[in-house]
């Protein structure tokens, strides 16, 4: 179980973070109208509010850089909570920005997932 979690949490990952840098609206296919995110203290509800929020982003291009991926059980049957750290290259910015992620994910018919929760941080200091 433990291992199937870790490659569910590792494959969304992979996925979330290649769409994000290369078709952002894409994103909006992994939330449903009940999905929340809170990007830097913001709440922002629904699949179509989120993939908004997205497109708004100061930036057309970025590149993101995994350095861990956490996996856990929730205790929603078949859930999985992920939490990610790592940076984040943006064109004409010398320095990286250092970020931390967590995902819920929750089952979807078909065998697939779709995050119910989303929280995003950049970390300064």
Same mark, same amino acid.
């Given at each position: 179980?433990?291992? =199937? /979690?870790?490659?569910? !949490?590792?494959?969304?990952?992979?996925?979330?973070?290649?769409? +994000?840098?290369? &078709?952002?609206?894409?994103? *909006? *296919?992994?939330? =449903?109208?009940?999905?929340?995110?809170?990007?830097?203290? =913001? $709440?922002?509800? !629904?699949?179509?509010?989120?993939?908004? $929020? +997205?497109?708004?982003?100061?930036? &057309? $291009?970025? =590149?993101?850089?995994?350095?861990?991926? &956490?996996?856990?059980?929730? *205790?929603?049957? #078949?859930?999985?909570? /992920?939490?990610? *750290? #790592?940076?984040?290259?943006?064109?004409?910015?010398?320095?990286?920005?250092?970020?931390?992620?967590?995902?819920?994910?929750?089952?979807?018919? !078909?065998?697939?997932?779709?995050?119910? %929760?989303?929280? +995003?941080?950049? %970390?300064?200091?």
């Amino acid at each position: 179980m433990e291992e =199937q /979690v870790e490659l569910v !949490g590792r494959a969304f990952v992979d996925h979330y973070y290649q769409l +994000f840098d290369t &078709d952002r609206a894409a994103l *909006s *296919s992994l939330y =449903q109208p009940t999905s929340m995110l809170t990007f830097e203290g =913001q $709440k922002v509800l !629904g699949a179509h509010a989120i993939s908004e $929020k +997205f497109m708004q982003l100061p930036f &057309d $291009k970025c =590149q993101h850089h995994i350095s861990t991926i &956490d996996s856990q059980p929730s *205790s929603t049957s #078949g859930g999985i909570v /992920v939490f990610v *750290s #790592g940076s984040l290259a943006l064109p004409g910015e010398e320095h990286q920005l250092r970020f931390g992620q967590m995902f819920h994910l929750i089952p979807s018919t !078909g065998g697939s997932f779709f995050v119910q %929760n989303d929280m +995003f941080r950049l %970390n300064y200091g």
